[in-house]
C-alpha cells in the first residue's frame, strides 16, 4: 500500500467517524426507535476513539514521511464547468489542522464520558448527544476544509447545534430565549462569512484556500490577493470570526449560552467552539501579511475584547459566567496574537486554553464543594483582599467600572435599544399599516388571527 | 419536436379532473377523503412517469404521445420541458401529500373535489407554454379557493380584487404587446409585469395572500401559493419580451419584498401568517434570482424554486398537523409541544432549515448560487439577499422555539403523528436530505433550464420579432454562456 493510500484511508476514517456518529444517533429517533444510553455512549465513544487515533496515526504518519501538507481530494460536489463554478470537496491535513482535530477528538471524547454520568436519565439524553454528533462533525469538517465553502459547510453545523443545546432545558423560556439569541448573532455573522466566501470566489475564481494563500503550506503561505481585496475579504471574515468567538461587539451571547448544560457549556465555550473564530482567522492569516489595515483591525478587536471579558470577568457572580469570560479573555489575547503574526504562538495558546478550561468548567458544578475542602483544610473562611487595582484607583472609577462590567459593556443593552426595538416598531407598524388596508378593502374586520387565544389546548380534546 | 412515450401530461391533467366529478357526487367526507387520494396519487403516477420519460428523451421539451390538444388549440399547449418537468411531479406530490394528511376531524370542511380541480388547472397551467392558454389557467386557477373562501362565509374582497386586477393587467398587457407603437408596448410590459408582481405576492400587492391564508383552510393556501405560479408566469410571460430595465425593477421589487417579508415573518403572533411571510420571502427569493438573468443567478432562482416548493410546503403541513391539534396557534407565547410530538418538531426544524439554505439540505446549494448570482450583478444586492435568509432563519427558529418548547404542555391524549403524516414526512425528508446531499443532478438540470431561458433572451435581443416564440436554442446558448 502506498503512502498516498494510506494518507488517504486516513484521512477519510477521520471525516468518516463523526459522520457516521450523526447517521447512528440521529435516525433512529426519527423512525421512533430511540437508542439506549449505554448504546448512545458505546458509538459516542467508538467514534471520538476511532477518529482519534486516525489522526494521531495521520499525525505519526506525516512526521515519518516528513510532510507537512496533505490534502483529501473527494472531487466537485457541485460542478457548472460552463460557469466555473464549483463546490470542490477537500480537506487539509497540515500543522494547523491536525493539531486542532486530535484536540477536537480528545476534548469531545473527555465531554462524552462525563455527560454520561452528568445527564444520566435526563429526558433529552438522546437529544443532547444528537447535537453533540453535529457539533463534532462540524468542528472536524470545519478544522479540515480545504475550502472556504466546506467550511462554511461545518461552521453552519457549530452553530445550530451549539443554539440547540444553549437552549437544551426546553421546558423553561429563558435557556430558549438564550438560545434564540445565540442563533441570530450567529446568523448575522454567518451572513458575513457567506459573503466572504462569494467574494473570495469572485476574486480568485474558486474558494480553495490554496488559491487565496499561495501554494505554500499553512503557515508559509504567502496571499495571491491586493492589499484592497485582502481587507474586504478579510473584514468579513473578522465579522464571522467575531460572532463565533465572541468577540467585541458580538459578544453578548457568550454569559446567555452557558444556559445549556455544563458538558456543553465546556466543550462549546470553554474550549472548541469559542476558538473557532480565531481557527478561522489563523487559516487566512496570510491575509494579514498582505493588508496592514486588517492587521491592525484584527489586533484592535482582540484587545477590545480582552480588556471588556476581564473586566466582566471580575464581577461575575456565578462560576459558569466568571469562567466564560475568563475564557473571552484569553480568546482575546490569542486573537491579538494572530494579529501581530504571532501565529505558532496564538496555535499553541488555543491548545492549552481549550484543555484547561474544560477541566474547569467540567469541575464547576462541585465547586461548592471544592471551597468546603479547602475550608476545612484551612480551618476557616478564605478572606479576599482588594487586589492591585483596587487599592489605587478612585472609588468613583471603581463603581463605574463595577456598574460597566456587570452590565457586560452594554453590549447586549445596546443591541436591543439600537437594533432590536426600532426593528421591531418599524415592522409593527407595517402590520399595522396592513391591517388597515386589509380592513378598508373588506369592508370590516379583515383577521381571524387578532382572535386566537394564546393557549387554546381544549381544543386538543375536542377535536381528537 | 419529441415525443413522450405515453400521454403522460393528458393523464395527469385528466385524472384529477374525472376525481373531481366523482367527489363532488359524494356526501360522505370519508369516501370524497378515500377517492381524493385515489385520484391524486394517480395523477402523481403519472407525472412521475412523464418526468422520467423525458429525462430518457435526453431533449430540452417534449410533447405527448398522441398529443389531441395541438391540433386543437396549436403548438405549446401542452409541452413539457426541462423548466416544468420537475415542476410538474412535485406539484402532484403537494396535492397528494396534502390530501393524505388531512385529518379525520377536517374531511367535511376540506374541499377535497375543489382541490382535484385546481391540480388539474395547476398542472396544465405547468404543462402549457402558449401565452393566452396560461393567462386563461392563471384566471381559472384563482376559483377554487374563491369558492372555498365564500363557502366559508368569510369577505372575499381582497382576493377577488387582486386576482381580478392580475387578470385584467394580463389580458390587457399580452393584448397590448402585439401592437407596433414603442410606447405602448413599454405600457404592455409594464401591466404584465405588475401582473406577475400581483400573483408572487410583491410588496405592496402581497395583502391577497395573508388574506388567503386568514380566510382558507390552510391546506388550500398552501397549494394555491407554493407551487408558485407567479413565478412560472414570470418566466413564461414576461422574460422573454421584457427588457432590461422591467426585468431589474421587478428584481428590485422582489428583493425589497424578500427583505419586508423576512421582517414581518419575524414580528408575527400567529403561526399561518409567520408561514405566509417566510413563503413571500422565499418566493421573492426565487423571482430576485430569475430576474437577474445570469445563468448562475437563474440557475440558483430555479434551485432554490423546487426547494423552497418542497421544503415550505413540509413546513405547511406541520403547521396543519398541529393545527388540526390545537386550532389556530399564537406565537405570542410558549407552546412547549416538543415532548407530545417530537417527530413534528424534527420535521418542522428540518424543513425550515432547507428553505433557508442550511448546509446539507436541498436549499443549500440553490441558495449559494442565488447570492453568487446576485453578487456578480451587484454586490448590494447580493447583501440584501444574503440579509433576507438570515431574518428568515431567524425568524425560523424562533417559531420552532415558540411552537415546540419553553414550557411543559399538558394533555391527555397521545398528540404524536398519525402514520399518514409519518409517511408524508418520511417522503419530504427523502428529498431535502437526498437532494442535499446529492445535489448535481437537480443543479445541472436546473443550469440546463436556465441557459435555454436565457438563450430565448439572447433571440429576442438578436431578433425582436421572434421574441413570443419559442426556438430550442439550448446548444448555442450552453456555448454562448461559456467563459
Given at each position: 500500500m502506498s503512502t498516498n493510500t494510506l494518507f488517504f484511508i486516513l484521512g477519510i476514517a477521520v471525516l468518516v467517524c463523526p459522520a457516521t456518529l450523526v447517521v447512528i444517533l440521529g435516525l433512529p429517533p426519527l423512525v421512533g426507535r430511540p437508542l439506549s444510553e449505554k448504546t448512545i455512549n458505546r458509538y459516542a465513544y467508538a467514534a471520538t476513539v476511532i477518529g482519534l487515533l486516525a489522526s494521531l496515526f495521520m499525525l505519526a504518519m506525516m512526521l515519518v514521511v516528513g510532510t507537512r501538507h496533505v490534502p483529501i481530494e473527494l472531487g466537485n460536489w457541485v460542478i457548472i464547468p460552463q460557469q466555473h463554478f464549483h463546490f470542490h470537496l477537500k480537506f487539509i491535513f497540515d500543522r494547523l489542522s491536525i493539531p486542532y482535530v486530535i484536540l477536537s477528538f480528545l476534548l469531545c471524547g473527555t465531554v462524552s464520558a462525563f455527560t454520561s454520568h452528568y445527564l444520566?436519565?435526563?429526558?433529552?439524553y438522546g437529544r443532547f448527544y444528537v447535537c453533540y454528533s453535529f457539533f463534532l462533525l462540524g468542528m472536524i469538517v470545519s478544522s479540515l476544509a480545504g475550502t472556504i465553502e466546506v467550511l462554511f459547510f461545518g461552521w453552519e453545523l457549530v452553530g445550530l447545534s451549539s443554539a440547540l443545546l444553549v437552549a437544551y432545558f426546553q421546558e423553561r423560556p429563558a435557556p430558549v430565549i438564550n438560545g434564540l439569541r445565540v442563533w441570530s448573532v450567529y446568523r448575522i455573522a454567518d451572513a458575513a462569512f457567506l459573503m466572504a466566501a462569494v467574494a473570495m470566489h469572485h476574486l480568485t475564481g474558486a474558494g480553495d484556500f490554496d488559491r487565496l494563500v499561495g501554494t505554500g503550506s499553512w503557515p508559509d503561505g504567502i496571499a495571491v490577493m491586493t492589499g484592497g481585496q485582502a481587507l474586504s475579504v478579510g473584514l468579513l471574515l473578522l465579522v464571522a470570526a467575531a460572532g463565533k468567538s465572541a468577540l467585541v461587539p458580538l459578544s453578548g451571547w457568550l454569559p446567555r449560552a452557558m444556559e445549556g448544560p455544563t458538558p456543553s457549556s465546556a466543550i462549546f465555550y470553554g474550549a472548541l467552539s469559542v476558538h473557532l473564530g480565531a481557527y478561522l482567522l489563523l487559516r487566512v492569516s496570510p491575509l494579514l501579511e498582505v493588508s496592514v489595515p486588517l492587521a491592525v483591525a484584527v489586533v484592535i478587536v482582540g484587545l477590545m475584547t480582552s480588556l471588556m471579558a476581564t473586566l466582566m470577568a471580575r464581577v461575575q457572580t456565578d462560576i459558569k459566567s466568571a469562567l466564560a469570560f475568563a475564557s473571552l479573555t484569553q480568546v482575546g489575547i490569542i486573537v491579538v496574537e494572530i494579529g501581530l503574526g504571532f501565529r505558532y504562538i496564538a496555535l499553541i495558546h488555543i491548545l492549552g486554553h481549550a484543555c484547561l478550561r474544560t477541566l474547569q468548567l467540567l469541575r464547576a458544578p462541585t465547586l461548592l464543594h471544592d471551597y468546603h475542602t479547602i475550608e476545612n483544610a484551612i480551618g476557616g473562611r478564605s478572606t479576599e483582599e482588594s487586589g492591585f487595582w483596587g487599592r489605587r484607583l478612585p472609588r468613583s472609577l471603581q463603581n463605574w467600572s463595577y456598574r460597566f462590567a456587570s452590565e457586560r459593556g452594554y453590549l447586549d443593552g445596546m443591541l436591543d435599544v439600537f437594533v432590536v426595538r426600532p426593528f421591531q416598531r418599524l415592522f409593527q407598524w407595517c402590520d399595522a399599516a396592513e391591517r388597515c388596508w386589509t380592513d378598508f378593502l373588506s369592508g370590516g374586520h379583515s383577521r381571524e388571527s387578532d382572535e386566537v387565544q394564546i393557549h387554546n389546548e381544549i381544543v386538543e380534546e375536542l377535536r381528537l | 419536436m419529441f415525443e413522450l412515450h405515453l400521454p403522460w401530461l393528458e393523464l395527469a391533467i385528466v385524472t384529477p379532473l374525472v376525481g373531481a366529478a366523482l367527489v363532488f357526487r359524494v356526501h360522505d367526507p370519508e369516501l370524497a377523503w378515500r377517492r381524493a387520494i385515489v385520484f391524486t396519487f394517480t395523477a402523481l403516477c403519472f407525472t412521475v412517469g412523464e418526468w422520467q420519460d423525458f429525462n430518457s428523451l435526453h431533449t430540452f421539451e417534449a410533447h405527448d404521445h398522441w398529443d389531441i390538444f395541438t391540433p386543437l388549440v396549436g403548438p405549446d399547449a401542452l409541452v413539457v420541458d426541462e423548466l416544468s418537468a420537475p415542476l410538474i411531479p412535485l406539484a402532484a406530490l403537494l396535492f397528494f401529500l396534502v390530501t393524505l394528511t388531512t385529518m379525520k376531524t377536517k374531511n367535511r370542511r376540506f374541499p377535497f373535489a375543489w382541490n382535484l380541480v385546481s391540480l388539474s388547472l395547476l398542472l396544465a397551467l405547468l404543462s402549457c407554454r402558449q401565452p393566452w392558454g396560461i393567462i386563461a389557467l392563471l384566471t381559472a386557477q384563482a376559483v377554487p379557493p374563491w369558492v372555498e373562501i365564500r363557502s366559508r362565509g368569510r369577505s372575499t374582497r381582497v382576493f377577488t380584487l387582486h386576482m381580478l386586477l392580475c387578470t385584467g393587467l394580463l389580458i390587457a398587457g399580452w393584448m397590448l404587446l402585439s401592437t407596433e407603437a414603442g410606447t405602448l408596448k413599454n405600457v404592455a410590459i409594464i401591466m404584465l409585469a405588475l401582473a406577475v408582481l400581483i400573483r408572487s405576492g410583491v410588496a405592496p400587492l402581497h395583502c391577497w395572500m395573508t388574506d388567503l391564508f386568514e380566510n382558507a383552510s390552510l391546506g388550500t393556501a398552501i397549494l394555491f401559493v407554493a407551487p408558485m405560479s407567479g413565478a412560472y408566469a414570470a418566466v413564461r410571460l414576461v422574460l422573454p419580451v421584457a427588457p432590461d430595465w422591467a426585468l431589474q425593477s421587478i428584481a428590485l421589487l422582489s428583493l425589497a419584498t424578500a427583505v419586508y417579508a423576512a421582517g414581518m415573518a419575524l414580528i408575527q403572533q400567529e403561526a399561518r401568517r409567520f408561514f405566509c411571510y417566510l413563503f413571500l420571502s422565499h418566493a421573492s427569493l426565487v423571482l430576485v434570482g430569475l430576474e437577474v438573468a445570469t445563468p448562475i443567478g437563474l440557475t440558483g432562482g430555479l434551485c432554490v424554486w423546487l426547494s423552497v416548493g418542497m421544503s415550505l410546503a413540509g413546513l405547511g403541513l406541520t403547521l396543519r398537523a398541529l393545527e388540526a391539534r390545537s386550532g389556530r396557534l399564537s406565537l405570542a407565547d410558549y407552546h412547549g409541544l416538543y415532548e407530545h410530538m417530537p417527530g413534528l418538531a424534527v420535521f418542522f426544524l428540518l424543513t425550515g432549515l432547507a428553505s433557508i439554505g442550511f448546509p446539507g439540505t436541498v436549499g443549500f446549494i440553490g441558495a449559494e448560487l442565488l447570492v453568487e448570482g446576485a453578487v456578480a450583478v451587484n454586490p448590494f444586492v447580493g447583501v440584501l439577499v444574503v440579509f433576507a435568509a438570515a431574518l428568515n432563519s431567524i425568524a425560523v427558529l424562533q417559531a420552532y422555539f415558540k411552537l415546540f418548547t419553553g414550557t411543559q404542555h399538558t394533555t391527555s391524549i397521545s398528540l404524536k403523528a398519525r402514520w399518514r403524516e409519518q409517511f408524508a414526512m418520511l417522503i419530504l425528508s427523502a428529498l431535502i436530505l437526498g437532494g442535499g446531499l446529492v445535489p448535481q443532478p437537480g443543479v445541472a438540470s436546473r443550469y440546463h433550464a436556465a441557459t435555454e431561458i436565457i438563450a430565448r433572451l439572447e433571440t429576442r435581443e438578436s431578433h425582436p420579432g421572434l421574441a413570443v416564440q419559442s426556438p430550442n436554442k439550448h446548444v448555442v446558448a450552453v456555448s454562448k454562456t461559456s467563459r
Open positions: 444520566h436519565r435526563e429526558q433529552g | -
